[in-house]
């Protein structure tokens, strides 16, 4: 890759965090993490980022709640899309991130790495 990637991964797991760090790293992203709302929403409003892997369900603030106020408040520098990767499917969960902004709806559990890579390379590709 000549112009590297700069991905965000917020997921409260650790396991998964490292999980996806680790995968995304070996694939030439730059990586950055956060394990809680609060410290992902400070990382999102500096910007940078080509992509953001957006948990629902997060500690001190949720992934919804970053979504709404990213309404009101502007990043510093430019951000790619924001994908959703959540455990959570319901349809209408789904449809109201959208809603909020968000690019993509990734369910963990149904996805294996492959899958959640390849469509990461797509996201980002579509950014290009």
């Given at each position: ?5 700069k991905i ?25 993490v956060a ?94």
């Open positions: 890759m000549d112009n590297q990637k965000l991964i917020v997921e409260d797991d650790q396991f998964l965090r490292e999980f996806y760090q680790e995968l995304l790293q070996t694939e030439g992203f730059l990586v950055d394990a809680d709302g609060e410290a992902a929403f400070s990382k999102i409003i500096e910007g940078g980022y080509n992509l953001i892997l957006l948990d629902i369900m997060l500690p001190k603030k949720d992934g919804m709640q970053i979504l709404k106020d990213l309404k009101v408040a502007h990043p510093k520098s430019d951000n790619g899309p924001i994908v959703m990767l959540t455990n959570l499917g319901q349809d209408a969960l789904i449809k109201e991130t959208f809603n909020m902004g968000a690019s993509g709806y990734l369910v963990k559990s149904a996805m294996n790495p492959d899958q959640v890579l390849g469509e990461i390379r797509n996201y980002i590709k579509n950014t290009a």
